[in-house]
C-alpha cells in the first residue's frame, strides 16, 4: 500500500484551464502539505494543513487553492493556469506539526504539471 | 529570505567518500535533516541529527553539525551507484510548523 499518493502523476494542459491534483494519505497523519519543485529542482512550500485546518499559506498566488474534506486527503486546484505553473508539486504528510517527534515527512511520488 | 545552501553538483568514483556540504539559515532548528530523491521520485528521509548533537553516524552515512557556522554536512562512505540521487539538506525552524529545504545536491556516482 502506497503511503502518500497523489494523482494523476502526469499532467499536461493549456493555459487558461482549471485542473486538480488529488492526494492522500494513508498513515493515520494529522499534517498534509504541498510543495512545489521547479525545473532546478529547488523545493518550496505552498501550503499545509493540520486536522483540515489551515496552517501555512505561502504566499501563493489565490489562483491555487488547496482543499482538505478530511485529514487524509489534501487537493489541489489551479484556476487559470499559467506557464510558469509548471512544476512538479508533491504531496507530504507529517504525525503533526513538527512540534513533536523528529517531524519526518513522508513524500508522495509527485504530479508532472506541464502547461503550454 | 536566506536560501539554505548547497552545492549543486558533486562527482565521484564508486567505492569513494561524498561529501555534500549545506549551509542553513536559523539556528532555532531543532532537527537538521538530509533528505535523498532518486529519479522521477519524492523525497525520504534518510537521516536526521538533533541540534544538540556534533557527530551522528548511522552505517555508511556520518552528519556533522557546526551550529556556530550554521553548516552541516554528510559524508557517505564507500558511495555506491544506487546512492546516485539529489540529496536535500532540511531544517524546520522553531515555530514556523515548516521544513526549509536546500537548494539541492545532484551526486553523480561514476562506476
Known amino acids: 500500500d502506497t503511503a502518500v499518493s497523489q494523482t494523476p502523476k502526469y499532467l499536461v494542459t493549456q493555459m487558461g484551464n482549471d485542473k486538480s491534483i488529488k492526494c492522500e494519505q494513508n498513515?493515520?497523519?494529522?499534517?498534509m502539505y504541498w510543495y512545489k519543485q521547479d525545473s532546478k529542482k529547488f523545493l518550496k512550500i505552498m501550503f499545509s494543513?493540520?486536522?483540515?485546518?489551515?496552517?501555512i499559506n505561502e504566499t501563493v498566488p489565490n489562483r491555487f487553492s488547496p482543499k482538505s474534506p478530511d485529514k487524509a486527503h489534501l487537493n489541489l486546484h489551479i484556476n487559470s493556469l499559467e506557464l510558469g505553473d509548471s512544476a512538479v508539486y508533491f504531496c507530504?504528510?507529517?504525525?503533526?506539526?513538527?512540534?513533536?517527534?523528529?517531524?519526518?515527512?513522508?513524500f508522495g511520488e509527485g504530479s508532472r504539471l506541464t502547461v503550454l | 529570505g536566506e536560501d539554505v545552501e548547497q552545492s549543486l553538483f558533486l562527482s565521484v568514483r564508486e567505492g569513494d567518500s561524498s561529501v555534500i556540504n549545506c549551509t542553513y539559515t536559523?539556528?532555532?532548528?531543532?532537527?537538521l535533516y538530509w533528505y535523498k530523491q532518486e529519479p522521477g521520485a519524492g523525497l525520504q528521509l534518510l537521516t536526521y541529527?538533533?541540534?544538540?548533537?556534533d557527530m551522528k553516524q548511522d552505517q555508511r552515512l556520518t552528519v556533522l553539525l557546526n551550529k556556530k557556522d550554521k553548516h552541516l554536512s554528510l559524508r557517505i562512505a564507500d558511495t555506491q551507484t544506487g546512492d546516485s540521487a539529489i540529496y536535500f539538506c532540511?531544517?524546520?525552524?522553531?515555530?514556523?510548523?515548516?521544513?526549509?529545504f536546500g537548494t539541492g545536491t545532484r551526486l553523480k556516482v561514476l562506476a
Open positions: 507530504a504528510s507529517s504525525q503533526d506539526l513538527l512540534a513533536a517527534n523528529t517531524g519526518e515527512l513522508f
Open positions: 498513515l493515520g497523519h494529522d499534517t
Open positions: 494543513y493540520n486536522n483540515k485546518e489551515l496552517i
Open positions: 536559523d539556528s532555532s532548528s531543532t532537527y
Open positions: 541529527i538533533f541540534s544538540n548533537m
Open positions: 532540511a531544517e524546520n525552524p522553531s515555530g514556523t510548523y515548516k521544513y526549509i
